[in-house]
């Protein structure tokens, strides 16, 4: 079955400072992988998506993320943080096994940003 | 114009009561969906709906039924509230539910309380 694990249940950087959240999959086909962002009292909103294609992948809000399937990996980075980047980041595998898609999320990552 | 609109935002009950939640999408997608956030962030699917047809149950108590009168509508309606069931509820929705490569659009969630 497939699954995804999100190291660091909190992650705290400076404004500015480069940021690096972590994503590690299984999956025993081709995984389709999501980012998604919740900001406190809100909906999830998609960041960025990866599919096929290329494994670098740009999304909103300067965020990008690299699809490394040597590493099973999908770290999510941005160059520098702002304020508003505080919230909470799900990492998400998209599962077919019944035939529809099914997102199977990891447990959160809870980015803080000080001044 | 919000895509994902549930209702209400907020629920306060008392355990043993029978309560609804009503989800409605305007983004003409086919698969809707339900998930409980519990208190430590993690999301669970619940389930979907694909053009009104149950797709995905997942062992779910039967005190949990959801209905789709039609392709942009899809309730929750909790009998028997238990203290276990205090959440938030998000509805999502999404463009053919077979393809596992579109992303899924969500609610802004609705917060159950059970007293």
């Known amino acids: 079955a497939q699954s995804v694990t999100q190291l660091g249940s909190h992650v705290s950087v400076s404004e500015g400072a480069l940021v690096l959240l972590r994503c590690n999959y299984s999956?025993?086909?081709?995984?389709?992988l999501f980012w998604y962002v919740q900001y406190p009292n809100q909906g999830l909103q998609l960041l960025l998506k990866?599919?096929?294609?290329?494994?670098l992948v740009k999304g909103i809000n300067g965020f990008e993320a690299e699809f490394k399937k040597s590493e099973t990996s999908f770290h999510l980075t941005k160059p520098s943080a702002h304020m508003s980047d505080a919230a909470e980041y799900f990492c998400?595998?998209?599962?077919?096994?019944?035939?529809?898609?099914?997102?199977?999320f990891g447990t959160g990552t809870r980015l803080l940003v000080s001044p | 114009d919000t895509a994902v609109s549930q209702t209400p935002k907020y629920l306060v009950t008392q355990m043993g009561n029978d309560k609804s939640i009503k989800c409605e999408q305007n983004?003409?997608?086919?698969?809707m969906y339900w998930y409980k956030q519990d208190s430590k962030k993690f999301l669970k699917i619940m389930f979907s709906?694909?053009?009104?047809?149950?797709?995905i149950n997942e062992t779910v108590p039967n005190r949990f039924s959801p209905k789709s009168p039609d392709k942009a509508h899809l309730n929750l309606h909790i009998n028997s509230l238990e203290l276990g069931d205090s959440a938030v509820y998000f509805c999502?929705?999404?463009?053919?539910?077979?393809?596992?490569?579109?992303?899924?659009?969500f609610g802004d969630g609705t917060r159950l309380s059970i007293l």
């Open positions: 999502a929705s999404s463009q053919g539910g077979w393809s596992g490569n579109q992303p899924q659009h």
């Open positions: 999956s025993s086909v081709p995984p389709y």
């Open positions: 990866y599919t096929t294609g290329a494994t």
């Open positions: 998400a595998v998209s599962t077919t096994n019944t035939g529809f898609q099914k997102l199977v």
């Open positions: 983004l003409g997608h086919d698969t």
């Open positions: 709906y694909n053009n009104k047809e149950l797709i």
